[in-house]
């Protein structure tokens, strides 16, 4: 079988590996959008590397646009096969994607208006809302630990990764030449011990392994200091500078895990009289769909859900779904927390809430997650002075913060903890994507002192036989 590394190598957003069969089955192993690169990321997305018409299946780790962002334009482009997932990752994608495709709508408005100013003729949207709808119709859904087969000789189980609701690696065992081979894409993993999600569940030996490396060379805190942490922030920002704080945060897996945190300091009598925002309507819905998936969290979440109080909602917390209510924050003048969708502050309302906010000292924003180099968000963390925001230069005032504790990764310790299920000498190659570039030989060196001595890193459209 032969593997092509179409994104996710040098960098962590648009992850495409294509398996082709030796009978000549071409099945596509996520199907992402490349993020935060401006005007680049438009021209990038739309160079595949490979044509739609000609893939036969696509598998799905996970939701994340920077995994499954790209399905709706292969489907425009003439994808007609099918789309395994499991059953919360398609119901996250029914919101996920057309709310993706609106933003490609409205981000092509304003590319088309820098085009003008170089007389450059308009461009259409990558896709559109309509475009991303459709492409639903291609999803089917397998539950978790539930072997399935495309084809006479390959087979695929789901296995719980604890990244975000309903993601998973994908388990394959294929047979070619009349010997048996397994392949684990691990897609991303998440962390152990957290409030919500379960750890990341085993998987089963494996010959080959394609493994993420996004935190491949740190170590994150504890989880169990995220709350004290972020009790701390907010006293900080609300108590005593009288403040907003506004939080950048990924409206599905992220916002859910900072609800549930200022629930539960809520309910000790810790947190401050402040009123607290969740401006993201696809949080919103989001967070309904949790409810929907019970299979997908951890013990002591559906102990939780079973008890009176509802821990996505308490008396402080609002919940912002239309325009105008947004813009009503803009002239809130008291102490609030404001949760906005995009965690990496490159779309969204958060962008808005950053451009009203940002130059008043009395602000804090806090990341709570990982930020791709060139966006907004690492741009504005790691202490630039100015930042454009919607084409205007503004002077960062405001306090900077952040709790990586919050973070969906594993690093590079949880990793290695994931692959404990693994006996070295009988995995033959681990392939390290979805890291950035000096991020990623560091990680296999951790690999190595580990155990595991058969690593590879990939280079962007690399192509390898297994």
């Avoid at 947004?326 to 609030?336: A, D, I, M, Q, V």
């Avoid at 310790?413 to 950035?436: N, T």
């Amino acid at each position: 079988m032969k593997i092509d590394f179409l994104g996710a190598t040098e960098e962590v957003t648009g992850s495409k590996f294509l398996l082709t069969t030796n009978d000549g089955i071409k099945i596509l192993l996520d199907c992402g959008m490349y993020q935060g690169k401006g005007l680049e990321t438009d021209s990038m997305n739309r160079d595949l590397g490979f044509a739609p018409s000609q893939i036969d299946y696509i598998i799905l780790s996970h939701a994340h646009i920077d995994h499954s962002g790209l399905i709706p334009y292969v489907c425009k482009m003439g994808f007609r096969g099918v789309i395994f997932c499991t059953p919360a990752t398609r119901d996250l994608c029914s919101i996920m994607l057309p709310d993706s495709g609106k933003i490609q709508e409205a981000d092509t408005v304003q590319f088309n208006r820098k085009r003008a100013l170089h007389g450059l003729a308009p461009i259409e949207p990558i896709y559109t809302l309509r475009d991303a709808a459709a492409s639903l119709t291609h999803f089917h859904s397998v539950p978790y630990n539930h072997t399935f087969a495309i084809t006479p000789n390959f087979s695929v189980q789901f296995i719980n990764t604890g990244h975000m609701l309903g993601s998973s690696a994908v388990y394959i065992t294929y047979t070619e030449d009349n010997t048996a081979k397994t392949l684990c894409y691990t897609g991303d993993v998440g962390r152990y011990n957290k409030k919500i999600l379960p750890d990341p569940v085993a998987f089963p030996q494996a010959d080959y392994i394609i493994i993420e490396s996004t935190y491949g060379d740190r170590l994150h805190e504890t989880i169990d200091t995220a709350e004290s942490q972020l009790l701390l922030i907010v006293k900080d920002a609300c108590a005593k500078r009288k403040g907003k704080l506004i939080i950048p945060s990924f409206a599905i897996g992220r916002t859910q895990d900072i609800v549930y945190a200022l629930h539960r300091l809520n309910l000790c009598g810790d947190l401050p009289d402040v009123e607290i925002f969740v401006d993201s309507p696809l949080a919103v819905s989001a967070t309904h769909i949790f409810g929907m998936h019970p299979d997908c969290f951890s013990d002591n979440m559906l102990e939780e859900l079973s008890g009176v109080a509802d821990p996505f909602g308490f008396e402080k917390l609002q919940y912002v779904r239309t325009i105008e209510d947004s813009k009503r924050l803009n002239s809130y003048n008291r102490p609030c927390v404001i949760i906005s969708a995009s965690g990496m502050m490159e779309a969204g309302r958060v962008k808005h809430h950053l451009a009203n906010n940002i130059e008043n000292p009395k602000t804090t924003i806090l990341s709570v997650g990982y930020c791709a180099p060139t966006t907004l968000g690492a741009k504005i963390m790691r202490g630039d002075s100015k930042v454009s925001i919607f084409g205007v230069i503004y002077k960062v005032r405001a306090t900077l913060a952040s709790i990586e504790s919050f973070s969906g990764h594993a690093d590079y310790k949880e990793l290695i903890q994931y692959l404990s299920c693994q006996e070295q000498s009988k995995v033959k190659k681990i392939f390290i994507i979805h890291g950035e570039e000096e991020v990623r030989p560091r990680y296999a060196q951790h690999l190595h002192n580990a155990g595991f001595h058969n690593c590879h890193i990939p280079h962007f459209r690399e192509t390898v036989w297994i």
